[in-house]
Structures are given as structure tokens and as C-alpha cells.
């Protein structure tokens, strides 16, 4: 039942990563190539994991383990980056899966 929970939750947060992606295209995208530079000289973020989305979307957390500041940002097929989401106190985690008795 949880796994579900979590899976819907993920599913939720994508088409909403989605849906505000398009609404804010012309503010906050442009080549992923100009993006990844911006990200690196402005706020030294490099990229700390990858995912592929709805789409052939690409997903991709970039931060800084110095600042702590991070972004989140989607690519779609033709090469387009938009910044989805940003903020501070980027950890990085290497947490274990619960035992089955620990996840009811």
C-alpha cells in the first residue's frame, strides 16, 4: 500500500513539474548546453543524479556539496532545459531500502 502511495506521489509531482514547465518555458529554459554553463559558473552546480521521464523527458538534479544550493531541471528530446525548481541545504544520502517489517 505505501509503494502505491509513493509511486502515485511520484507520478503527482512529475505532471506537475510538467504543467509548470510549460506555463514558465520562456522564463526559464533555454539550450541545455547555455544552462549546464550557468549552473557551473554561477553557482558551481554539477550534476548529482539523472532520470528519465514521461516523454523521453530528462530529468537531472544538479547542486553544489560546497554551497549546498541545487536545481532541478527537465530536458526534452529537441535539447530544451528548463529550471523547475531551486533552493539550498543540498545533502547528498545513501540511505538502505526498509526490511519488510520496518515498512508496515
Do not use: H
Request: aromatic content about 6%; some cysteine.
Amino acid at each position: 500500500m505505501k509503494q502505491n502511495f509513493w509511486r502515485m506521489t511520484v507520478l503527482a509531482i512529475g505532471a506537475l513539474m510538467a504543467s509548470s514547465t510549460l506555463t514558465q518555458a520562456q522564463q526559464n529554459c533555454a539550450a541545455r548546453e547555455t544552462v549546464i554553463e550557468r549552473l557551473a559558473s554561477a553557482y558551481g552546480e554539477t550534476r548529482q543524479s539523472i532520470g528519465l521521464a514521461q516523454n523521453n523527458t530528462m530529468v537531472e538534479v544538479f547542486a553544489s556539496t560546497t554551497t549546498g544550493t541545487w536545481t532541478i531541471a527537465i530536458t526534452n528530446a529537441a535539447g530544451l532545459t528548463c529550471l523547475v525548481a531551486s533552493g539550498q541545504a543540498f545533502e547528498r544520502l545513501a540511505e538502505t531500502l526498509p526490511t519488510p517489517a520496518e515498512d508496515a
